[in-house]
C-alpha cells in the first residue's frame, strides 16, 4: 500500500509530538519529517518527496500563509492542511488564497478530524472542520446575497420620477405628502409605487425602502 507522505511544520514542540504520535499509529501514513520552521521546511521540501504538509499559521520568520506561497511555487502538487489557533475569516480566507487545501482549529480538531482532512486532502478535495466551514458558508451566503441585490439592481431601471418618489419614501414622506411636494395626486404616488414594486417583486413598503438603502439606487 502506498503510503500517505507528511510533513509536519510547527514551531510548537509538544503540537508536532501528538501529531507524531497520532500519524505513527495509521498503517496508510508515513512521518517523513517534523520541523519547527518554515525556514527548514522550505529545504525539506526541495530534498524529498512528499504528498501533505502540516503547516502552523503563526511561525517565527515566516508565517504559514507566506510558507503555503512559496511551498507551492516550487511543488504545485503538494497539498497543504493548516492546523492553527486562528478561527477567524480573514485568517481562512488568506490560508485558501495563498493554496492550502485544508485548515483545522487547534483547538477543537480531534484525532479523527485530523486523519479526516489528511485523507480528504490527499484525495484531492478540500477539507475545513465544521467549525470552520459554518465561517466560510455563512461568508459565502453573504457575498451571494450581496452579490444578488447588486444585480437586481442593475435588471430594472426605474424613470427618473420613479427614483425621486423611492427617494422621499427612503425620507420618510407619506404618499400625501410625496403629493403635495410634487404637485401630483395621490393616486399618480400610489401609481409610480405600484410600478416599482412589481418592477422588483417587493411585497411591502419596509421591503421597498430597505432596498433602495442598500443599493443606492435612488442616487443612480
Given amino acids: 500500500m502506498k503510503k500517505i507522505k507528511i510533513l509536519l511544520v510547527d514551531d510548537h514542540q509538544i503540537v508536532r509530538e501528538g501529531l507524531q504520535k497520532m500519524i505513527a499509529d495509521e498503517s496508510d501514513l508515513e512521518l517523513c519529517g517534523s520541523l519547527g ?5 522550505l529545504e525539506f521540501i526541495k530534498k524529498n518527496t512528499l504528498d501533505i504538509i502540516i ?11 507566506e510558507f503555503t506561497q512559496k511551498s507551492l511555487q516550487l511543488y504545485p502538487d503538494i497539498k ?6 486562528f478561527n477567524n475569516e ?12 485544508g485548515y483545522l482549529p487547534k483547538q477543537d480538531s480531534t484525532t479523527d478530524i485530523l486523519l479526516e482532512a489528511i485523507r480528504t486532502i490527499y484525495s484531492g478535495e478540500e477539507y475545513f472542520s465544521p467549525s470552520i466551514s459554518k465561517i466560510v458558508m455563512k ?11 447588486s ?8 424613470t427618473a420620477r420613479e427614483k425621486e418618489i423611492l427617494k422621499l419614501y427612503v425620507e420618510g414622506f407619506s404618499n400625501n405628502e410625496i403629493a403635495e411636494k410634487l404637485h401630483i395626486s395621490d393616486r399618480t404616488v400610489k401609481t409610480h409605487k405600484n410600478n416599482i414594486m412589481l418592477k422588483y417583486n417587493f411585497k411591502s413598503t419596509v ?6 438603502i442598500r443599493t443606492n439606487i435612488v442616487e443612480g
Avoid at 520552521?37 to 521546511?41: F, H, I, L, Q, S
Avoid at 503547516?55 to 500563509?65: E, F, K, Q, R, V
Avoid at 480573514?90 to 487545501?101: C, M, N, Q, R, T
Fill in 37 to 41: 520552521n518554515a525556514k527548514e521546511a
Fill in 55 to 65: 503547516a502552523d499559521l503563526s511561525m517565527p520568520g515566516m508565517s504559514g500563509i
Fill in 80 to 85: 497543504i492542511l493548516i492546523l492553527s489557533m
Fill in 90 to 101: 480573514d485568517y481562512i480566507f488568506s490560508a485558501v488564497k495563498a493554496g492550502a487545501k
Fill in 139 to 149: 461568508s459565502y451566503i453573504l457575498n451571494a446575497k450581496q452579490t444578488g441585490i
Fill in 151 to 158: 444585480d437586481l439592481a442593475k435588471k430594472h431601471t426605474l
Fill in 207 to 212: 421591503e421597498m425602502i430597505k432596498f433602495a
